[in-house]
């Protein structure tokens, strides 16, 4: 993903989905995974003298011997860290595996029921900030899959690490100041300040800064506290960041719209706003067939060509602030939507570039699940365990081992 310096690192460990096979999971750093060794701290006299050197830096920016010496008692240099920064995946995918991991049924089903155990507290939260709560739960499923996986590594260790590497010196210094300055303002202790492998933190995922300029104590305990087992402090934080970047109270992100036959696709992208009753008079409808609600200037997307189309609004420009990629935005969105009891999107989605559409990938699944070569869960999503299997399969009957899942590969496994 390509984001800005200001929110690049805003909600990376929930945000970037990567599929393990036909199952799929959160990315790196979540709490419940093994440790890895790298991700513990060893030796590195490069690392400790440039530490030196930090630490006379913040001192000389107001940071307190006792709190420098708390937060880096116990941190160390972590090699896995370095390893994450140099080996970042971004992952290519259609707007349907997206949505496929980003709004499965279990996401659906667990944001519900969070939703609703949390419906007062969201209900204040929207009533001071004007987000909705199930926009704001979206959220936290996505950037966290609701508290799950909030990251275990600590901050200062980590960000210490990728600003003593350099690759982005300045941006992870900053990061680690300000670590020190939630340390010093007693919102958390060094060994709670934990994140992802790039300091994002909590429950929806703020870096240092995000925390600094947009973290509320909705409690009312006199601490920001993003890090605990009660996420209210972090979505209200959240809320926080979208209502200051612009939400438009009572308007939507965006809905699904059908367009006529005629439609003059070079109209559609981002920023190419017009109004309503602009598209509407080209003949753009929504799913119902009727005219879309006026909520300001609109653009058309449509992000997969032969997939759905969306009418979106300036909350769509709003939750792009924490994640600039149009999957991710829509995947917020339409998560929400769900979450509000809305349904699946309408529109088809045309076949893959090996001729295949959903059902044929999850059936494809299924088949090898059945002959005996794990393919994870079936959902249609072609990642590492599919692969893995297809390849199985293929050497195990004597085909060209490609990995590649076909039309003529399911035909055999049915």
Same mark, same amino acid.
């Not at 513990?40 to 011997?65: H, K, M, T, Y």
């Not at 309503?276 to 929504?286: F, M, P």
């Not at 999850?362 to 590492?384: C, K, N, S, Y």
């Given at each position: 993903?390509?984001?800005?310096?200001?929110?690049?690192?805003?909600?990376?460990?929930?945000?970037?989905?990567?599929?393990?096979?036909?199952?799929?999971?959160?990315?790196?750093?979540?709490?419940?995974?093994?440790?890895?060794?790298?991700?513990?701290?060893?030796?590195?006299?490069?690392?400790?003298?440039?530490?030196?050197?930090?630490?006379?830096?913040?001192?000389?920016?107001?940071?307190?011997?006792?709190?420098?010496?708390?937060?880096?008692?116990?941190?160390?240099? /972590?090699?896995?860290?370095?390893?994450?920064?140099?080996?970042?995946?971004?992952?290519?995918?259609?707007?349907?595996?997206?949505?496929?991991?980003?709004?499965?049924?279990?996401?659906?089903?667990?944001?519900?029921?969070?939703?609703?155990?949390?419906?007062?507290?969201?209900?204040?939260?929207?009533?001071?900030?004007?987000?909705?709560?199930?926009?704001?739960?979206?959220?936290?499923?996505?950037?966290?899959?609701?508290?799950?996986?909030?990251?275990?590594?600590?901050?200062?260790?980590?960000?210490?690490?990728?600003?003593?590497?350099?690759?982005?010196?300045?941006?992870?210094?900053?990061?680690?100041?300000?670590?020190?300055?939630?340390?010093?303002?007693?919102?958390?202790? +060094?060994?709670?300040?934990?994140?992802?492998?790039?300091?994002?933190?909590?429950?929806?995922?703020?870096?240092?800064?995000?925390?600094?300029? =947009?973290?509320?104590?909705?409690?009312?305990?006199?601490?920001?506290?993003?890090?605990?087992?009660?996420?209210?402090?972090?979505?209200?934080?959240?809320?926080?960041?979208?209502?200051?970047?612009?939400?438009?109270?009572?308007?939507?992100?965006?809905?699904?719209?059908?367009?006529?036959?005629?439609?003059?696709?070079?109209?559609?992208?981002?920023?190419? *706003?017009?109004?309503?009753?602009?598209?509407?008079?080209?003949?753009?409808? *929504?799913?119902?067939?009727?005219?879309?609600?006026?909520?300001?200037?609109?653009?058309? /997307?449509?992000?997969?060509?032969?997939? +759905?189309?969306?009418?979106?609004?300036?909350? =769509?420009?709003?939750?792009?602030?924490?994640?600039?990629?149009?999957?991710?935005?829509?995947?917020?969105?339409?998560?929400?939507?769900?979450?509000?009891?809305?349904?699946?999107?309408?529109?088809?989605?045309?076949?893959?570039?090996?001729?295949?559409?959903?059902?044929?990938?999850?059936? /494809?699944?299924?088949?090898?699940?059945?002959?005996?070569?794990?393919?994870?869960?079936?959902?249609?999503?072609?990642?590492?365990?599919?692969?893995?299997?297809?390849?199985?399969?293929?050497?195990?009957?004597?085909?060209?081992?490609?990995?590649?899942?076909?039309? *003529?590969?399911?035909?055999?496994?049915?």
């Amino acid at each position: 993903m390509k984001l800005s310096r200001r929110t690049f690192f805003l909600g990376l460990a929930g945000s970037a989905l990567s599929a393990c096979g036909g199952r799929t999971r959160l990315a790196a750093g979540a709490a419940g995974d093994v440790v890895d060794p790298a991700l513990l701290p060893q030796p590195n006299a490069g690392w400790d003298a440039w530490v030196a050197a930090f630490r006379e830096r913040a001192a000389g920016r107001g940071v307190s011997a006792s709190v420098l010496e708390r937060a880096f008692a116990g941190a160390g240099y /972590l090699p896995g860290v370095i390893e994450r920064d140099r080996n970042q995946t971004e992952f290519r995918r259609t707007l349907e595996d997206y949505l496929q991991i980003a709004a499965n049924d279990e996401r659906v089903a667990n944001g519900r029921a969070q939703y609703a155990r949390l419906r007062p507290v969201l209900s204040a939260i929207e009533e001071r900030f004007g987000v909705p709560g199930h926009v704001v739960t979206a959220v936290w499923g996505m950037e966290s899959s609701y508290g799950t996986r909030r990251g275990t590594i600590p901050v200062v260790s980590s960000t210490s690490t990728l600003a003593y590497d350099g690759r982005r010196g300045d941006f992870f210094e900053d990061q680690l100041m300000a670590a020190l300055r939630i340390l010093q303002s007693g919102d958390t202790r +060094p060994e709670t300040l934990t994140g992802s492998w790039a300091g994002a933190m909590g429950h929806t995922q703020f870096i240092p800064t995000s925390y600094e300029g =947009f973290a509320v104590d909705f409690t009312g305990d006199g601490r920001r506290d993003i890090w605990s087992e009660d996420p209210t402090d972090s979505l209200a934080s959240t809320a926080n960041y979208l209502s200051r970047n612009g939400w438009r109270r009572g308007a939507p992100w965006g809905v699904e719209v059908r367009l006529p036959a005629d439609f003059d696709s070079s109209l559609a992208g981002r920023g190419k *706003d017009r109004p309503v009753s602009d598209w509407t008079a080209r003949g753009v409808r *929504d799913m119902a067939g009727a005219p879309v609600r006026d909520f300001g200037a609109a653009s058309i /997307l449509v992000p997969q060509p032969g997939g +759905p189309a969306f009418m979106v609004f300036r909350n =769509f420009t709003v939750i792009s602030r924490y994640n600039n990629a149009v999957n991710y935005v829509i995947g917020v969105g339409h998560l929400g939507d769900r979450i509000a009891g809305g349904g699946p999107v309408r529109g088809g989605f045309p076949p893959d570039a090996n001729g295949l559409r959903l059902q044929d990938r999850q059936a /494809l699944q299924r088949g090898l699940t059945r002959a005996g070569f794990d393919a994870g869960e079936p959902d249609g999503v072609i990642g590492g365990n599919t692969t893995g299997a297809i390849e199985a399969y293929q050497a195990a009957n004597g085909l060209p081992v490609t990995g590649t899942p076909s039309a *003529d590969l399911l035909r055999r496994l049915r």
